[in-house]
């Protein structure tokens, strides 16, 4: 079993940036894909960002490339999603997900373990 739990929210101002964490216990992900998704009041949660097993590839969301980062640091059992450029669209809870593919997917079917999000809210 897997736990997750995403750090890192807050209250920001557009074009400002978030470093969001999402540290993992119980058993490593060092073998698993992992994602970020988010989901913004009275919508469906949406794909933002997935990352292979080792960190050699990534992938995003149109609407987020050029300003999202995702990267991972197995030592610490920890992902991260560095946010710059910041909008107010941008505003979601952020949820980190695990994938037991080694290479990241951009549907939530595919992942297993899921935090419990944490909220990002980008004002005008």
């Known amino acids: 079993q897997v736990q997750l739990v995403e750090s890192g929210g807050g209250l920001v101002q557009a074009g400002d940036s978030l470093r969001l964490s999402c540290a993992a216990s119980?058993?490593?992900?060092?073998?698993?894909?992992m994602g970020w998704f988010r989901q913004a009041p009275g919508k469906e949660r949406e794909f933002v960002a997935t990352?292979?097993?080792?960190?050699?590839?990534?992938n995003y969301a149109d609407s987020v490339k050029g300003r999202f980062s995702i990267s991972r640091d197995n030592a610490k059992n920890t992902v991260y999603l560095q946010m710059t450029s910041l909008k107010p669209e941008d505003t979601a809870v952020y949820y980190c997900?695990?994938?037991?593919?080694?290479?990241?997917?951009?549907?939530?079917?595919?992942?297993?373990?899921w935090g419990q999000g944490t909220q990002v809210t980008v004002s005008s």
């Open positions: 997900a695990a994938d037991p593919a080694l290479m990241g997917r951009a549907v939530e079917r595919a992942y297993v373990y």
């Open positions: 119980g058993r490593t992900v060092s073998r698993y894909a």
């Open positions: 990352i292979s097993w080792n960190g050699g590839n990534t």
